[in-house]
């Protein structure tokens, strides 16, 4: 199955985006800078994206939360 990633905010410090089935159903969000909370970390600070557009670290990520599955890709939409 195919997921789609989609940046929703990129701007001054913000950035929001979210991975969404074939069906258009979030079932994964990513924050970063003032959208994260204080005792929050991003996927980017954990080291699991290495930029915004770092599919193949975001699918990686995915896959070892079992939220797709071994043979599924993300790609941006």
Do not use: Q
């Not at 979030?26 to 699991?48: K, L, M, P």
């Amino acid at each position: 199955m195919e997921y789609g990633y989609h940046v929703n905010l990129n701007e001054r410090g913000s950035f929001y985006a979210d991975v969404r089935n074939a069906e258009g159903v979030t079932v994964f969000e990513v924050r970063a800078g003032n959208e994260v909370g204080e005792d929050e970390s991003s996927i980017f600070e954990d080291g699991f994206m290495s930029h915004a557009e770092d599919m193949d670290g975001l699918t990686d990520y995915l896959r070892d939360l079992a939220i797709i599955g071994a043979m599924d890709t993300v790609t941006i939409a």
